[in-house]
């Protein structure tokens, strides 16, 4: 696909400047960033091995990711306009995180063709000023705040990188407390697990059922396409029935009728592709052959009314560039339906996100 007729949008970037900003490696790319072999060197002998394995590089993660680059990156495809997701800032304690909000409210969309549909800014329900942080988002960015994320993914596999402090933190009782708030200030929430925990946001959704909620990444099934961490995938049978359970909890997931999900992160490396260490990247038929069946799956499961694309650049430029994920996801999708385009691509973000 080449052409889709129209200007699409992107449910799922990130903005940051480690220059300018709070990141966890701020310091060292202060010090090191014009020593870009020293400064991955560095970066690699601070962070755990299970982070690195899970970026694949060091480089797209150090270098800052702004409204330019991204542009830069999406090529000759038209946008819209696009949502950026909270990308872990490193002032993540209480009232911290809404400097993030804020940063993306400085930035200049329009400069670079394209408008800044929402923020999905983070917070946790636990925080005993969750409610007070909402507010303070919805202050910092009064025509975007839509909603928030607060990653859940941890891996039974110890070696594969959790993203949060309790294996179960969707099923916490001061979590499911906080959450409430949400549906009462009609906010959407970002969930983002391992496939593994499919259960816990299965429970989510069914407790609240008004409030809406999207899948990121099609629930990340780690190691489906090779091993990773000290266990997983390693074997044909092991990556069988990793798409075997995924298959039955994205489908148990999908009779939540406040569920979305995102057609989005299936070239992190976490899934166990092993482009960035052959040094390429995926080509569009390589995409389309490993993809194609999950994103029918989501398809036959959620309907084309409740998937939406998300590039999750710079995550996934580690494996694929943008363009080539976007033609060969966009021919996939139209195989399903003509009309499936115009709905992933563009109207059920704008539906959801209330753009």
């Not at 950026?84 to 400097?99: R, T």
């Not at 705040?145 to 607060?150: E, Y």
Request: glycine share 6%; aromatic share 10%.
């Amino acid at each position: 696909m080449q052409n889709l007729g129209f200007a699409l949008i992107d449910t799922h970037i990130h903005q940051w400047d480690p220059y300018n900003t709070p990141h966890s490696a701020r310091l060292a790319v202060k010090l090191l960033g014009k020593y870009p072999r020293l400064l991955d060197k560095t970066i690699r002998t601070l962070k755990s091995k299970a982070l690195i394995d899970t970026l694949g590089h060091t480089q797209h993660v150090t270098a800052p990711y702004l409204p330019e680059h991204y542009c830069r990156d999406v090529g000759f495809y038209p946008v819209e306009k696009v949502v950026h997701v909270e990308a872990s800032w490193h002032d993540h304690k209480g009232k911290g995180v809404v400097g993030e909000t804020r940063f993306i409210e400085s930035l200049d969309f329009a400069k670079n063709g394209i408008q800044l549909g929402a923020v999905v800014a983070t917070a946790d329900p636990r925080d005993s000023q969750f409610k007070q942080i909402l507010k303070m988002h919805q202050k910092a960015a009064p025509q975007h705040f839509r909603g928030i994320r607060k990653m859940a993914a941890v891996h039974e596999d110890k070696d594969i990188y959790a993203w949060a402090d309790d294996p179960h933190l969707y099923r916490d009782k001061k979590f499911l407390k906080g959450f409430e708030l949400l549906a009462q200030h009609n906010l959407s929430f970002d969930a983002w697990v391992y496939s593994s925990q499919l259960e816990d946001v299965i429970a989510l959704a069914k407790q609240f059922p008004e409030t809406s909620i999207v899948l990121d990444h099609l629930g990340t099934p780690a190691g489906l396409f090779g091993p990773v961490g000290s266990h997983t995938g390693i074997t044909q049978t092991a990556r069988d029935n990793i798409l075997f359970r995924w298959q039955e909890d994205l489908a148990e997931l999908a009779r939540c009728p406040n569920v979305y999900t995102k057609l989005s992160g299936l070239f992190m490396p976490v899934l166990g592709h092993q482009f960035h260490q052959q040094q390429r990247l995926a080509s569009k038929q390589e995409i389309i052959d490993l993809t194609a069946p999950l994103i029918q799956h989501a398809l036959k499961s959620f309907g084309m009314y409740r998937v939406m694309f998300g590039s999750n650049f710079p995550m996934d430029r580690v494996s694929s560039d943008l363009v080539t994920i976007i033609d060969a996801f966009s021919d996939v999708v139209a195989t399903y339906h003509p009309q499936a385009l115009a709905q992933v691509f563009h109207d059920n973000a704008k539906q959801f996100y209330r753009l």
